[in-house]
């Protein structure tokens, strides 16, 4: 039996195979990715690395064994049919017999474009009857964090959100539940709704980011048209910006608020505060 996290060479599978690390043997561990060299780090400590791509169904024959537990990490080529993509993992899993799936979906209250795949996706894991777990991740930290870089240029968040909260939590929060939900028991066909214990809005954030570097950050609210310019402007492809700009407009109807409490349930400790993001972001 093998626990096999696919996205394995990403910003989440990494965080996940690391806990997973300080958990079971590393020979129990099964990196899934594309470029075995981004993890040959991983092998060096006894992790098995398997080569698979989601665009290449051929390659997840005989990758999965009955009884394993699989972290299917969704893809993050918006452009390539991810239903289709997850849904060749999910059907070697099931030719495979294996002991559950996981997947990381969103919310189920985000009804954004950007929820359309994570819900097709969800269709097709629960109609194989593959014992399932659905981990709906709100939004994270990095998302925020990772791209400062403008903020500090220009001294302001812009955003098309409003006065909306977000339950934001860092990578590390949402790869300890999942790795919780793959090395514990009873998590069979289990729906979580994942989200940071504080819920925060831009203007806070913005105070925050002031407070942490003593310089004056504002806060600009805008349109989801003028976010979807501005991000066009900054070099994405046009249906991209528009969907984060979708994002937006749903965080300023509250749908990235998630109060369940699961998040630090499985995690077992509170998750991140968003402050202390900020400062290790400001660090590096």
């Known amino acids: 039996m093998s626990i096999v996290v696919t996205g394995a060479s990403g910003k989440l599978g990494r965080h996940v195979v690391e806990q997973l690390l300080e958990k079971v043997p590393a020979e129990q561990v099964t990196a899934v990715v594309r470029s075995p060299e981004k993890v040959a780090d991983l092998a060096a400590r006894g992790v098995r690395v398997a080569v698979a791509d989601y665009n290449a169904p051929e390659t997840f024959d005989g990758l999965f064994a009955a009884g394993d537990k699989v972290l299917l990490i969704s893809g993050n080529e918006f452009d390539k049919g991810r239903v289709r993509q997850h849904s060749l993992v999910i059907d070697a899993a099931k030719a495979a017999g294996v002991a559950l799936l996981a997947y990381t979906s969103a919310p189920a209250t985000l009804t954004a474009t950007l929820a359309d795949d994570h819900r097709g996706t969800e269709r097709a894991l629960l109609d194989s009857g593959v014992p399932y777990v659905l981990l709906r991740n709100g939004w994270y930290h990095e998302n925020y964090t990772e791209n400062l870089a403008p903020v500090l240029e220009h001294d302001v968040v812009v955003a098309a959100a409003g006065e909306g909260r977000i339950s934001s939590a860092s990578r590390a929060d949402y790869a300890a539940a999942a790795v919780a939900v793959l090395t514990g028991e ?51 492809p046009e249906p991209m910006a528009a969907m984060f700009a979708g994002v937006d407009a749903a965080i300023a109807e509250g749908q990235l608020v998630v109060d369940s409490g699961d998040l630090s349930r499985l995690a077992g400790r509170p998750t991140t505060p968003l402050a202390e993001a900020v400062t290790a972001a400001l660090k590096d």
């Open 186 to 236: 009873g998590h069979e066909n289990a729906t979580y709704e994942l989200g940071g214990d504080e819920a925060w809005s831009f203007a806070e954030y913005a105070a925050e980011l002031s407070r942490q570097t003593g310089r004056e950050i504002a806060y600009n609210p805008v349109t989801p048209e003028q976010l979807t310019g501005i991000l066009v402007g900054a070099g994405l």
